[in-house]
């Protein structure tokens, strides 16, 4: 049974920073591509950043220079450092693993169950 757990969320101040964890269990987690997504309350869900099997990175232009994504295959885990929080960083954030055959030829997608963060002074 594949679970991605995130941890690491809550309430805080502006400018202030959060690390959030998201563990995966029942994946090989070193040969997926993982990422962070959001979704605030009456908007869609959109990404926030991505990491490869690889370790490329890559950043939605809102939280570049802000949040920093990076993994750790021997804990299983990946982790977003956001620092510099604003109120409309407020969300829940999702973890997510991704797996695509080289042919596009199947693809396994997981997601975790989402820890809030919010914002606000």
């Known amino acids: 049974q594949v679970q991605l757990v995130e941890s690491g969320g809550g309430l805080v101040q502006p400018g202030t920073s959060l690390r959030l964890s998201c563990t995966t269990s029942?994946?090989?987690?070193?040969?997926?591509?993982m990422a962070w997504y959001r979704q605030a309350p009456g908007k869609e869900r959109e990404l926030v950043a991505a990491?490869?099997?690889?370790?490329?990175?890559d950043y939605a232009d809102f939280v570049k220079g802000r949040f920093t994504i990076s993994r750790n295959n021997a804990k299983i885990t990946v982790y977003l450092q956001m620092n510099s929080l604003k109120p409309e960083d407020t969300a829940v954030y999702y973890c997510?693993?991704?797996?695509?055959?080289?042919?596009?030829?199947?693809?396994?997608?997981?997601w975790g169950q989402g820890t809030q963060v919010t914002v606000s002074s």
């Open positions: 997510n693993a991704d797996l695509r055959g080289p042919a596009g030829d199947f693809e396994y997608v997981y």
């Open positions: 029942g994946i090989i987690f070193s040969v997926y591509d």
């Open positions: 990491i490869t099997s690889g370790g490329s990175t």
